[in-house]
């Protein structure tokens, strides 16, 4: 069964560098989503991409937040300068039509730990 | 912004017994609703989707119930398993590919 892989499971990086996260989406899906889940607390929807572009971004997903597509296969996530609250489980997220009446598949997520 | 909140933040059943999972949203807009059920150290998990326009769709073993009224939304599983136990959400969604998710109900199955 195709499924959203994600690496690596574990990132651990010092305050102020950058990490680039990485997914791979499920071949045949058109929309790719991050997702941060802070420990103990509920997932936070941070950005959408379609067609090469940002479809929506929340307030969580500034200046220091990208995201790009670089080939046919990888759908990444950088943050460029990382913070303490940068601590947590980055999910990567697909699905085939629109964004909305359809699954969303999620990847096992990074978890990244900022020191 | 949007909040999608849960009453019980656990949730402790007998195997074999049915479990229901309550969840509130607070913005009449959202047209579509999903319970994911997530397991320790693992990804959100799709189990059912509902639309606004139905108020109850069934699937194997679970059941979604939405109230467009109080803004409830509900999942029942029937003849819970040791395998059901894992962290619940519910989230909400307003015809974009933004999803507002609840904090969770921790479900403890036992044997």
């Known amino acids: 069964e195709p499924e959203v892989t994600q690496t690596p499971s574990h990132q651990v990086t010092q305050m102020g560098q950058e990490v680039i996260l990485r997914c791979v989406p499920i071949?045949?899906?058109?929309?790719f989503y991050w997702y941060r889940q802070i420990l103990g607390q509920k997932v936070e929807f941070l950005v959408s991409f379609y067609n090469n572009e940002i479809s929506e971004k929340s307030e969580i997903f500034d200046d220091q937040f990208s995201v790009e597509r670089p080939d046919g296969s990888n759908f990444t996530l950088k943050i460029r300068s990382t913070k303490l609250e940068d601590s947590a489980m980055y999910f990567c997220?697909?699905?085939?039509?629109?964004?909305?009446?359809?699954?969303?598949?999620f990847g096992p997520g990074t978890r990244l730990t900022v020191l | 912004g949007e909040s999608v909140g849960l009453h019980l933040p656990t949730l402790s059943v007998q195997e074999g017994d049915n479990s229901i999972i309550n969840c509130a949203y607070s913005?009449?807009?959202?047209?579509?609703f999903i319970w994911y059920k997530q397991e320790s150290g693992k990804g959100p998990q799709f189990i059912i989707d509902?639309?606004?326009?139905?108020d109850k769709r069934q699937g194997q073993r679970v059941t979604v119930l939405l109230n467009k009224t109080v803004k409830h939304l509900s999942l029942q599983i029937a003849a819970t398993q040791p395998g059901d136990s894992a962290v619940y959400f519910c989230a909400e969604n307003i015809y974009t590919g933004q999803f507002y998710f609840g904090t969770g109900t921790s479900l403890t199955v036992i044997p």
């Open positions: 913005n009449s807009a959202s047209d579509y």
């Open positions: 509902i639309r606004s326009n139905m």
């Open positions: 071949s045949n899906h058109l929309y």
């Open positions: 997220a697909s699905n085939t039509g629109t964004p909305s009446y359809n699954e969303q598949f």
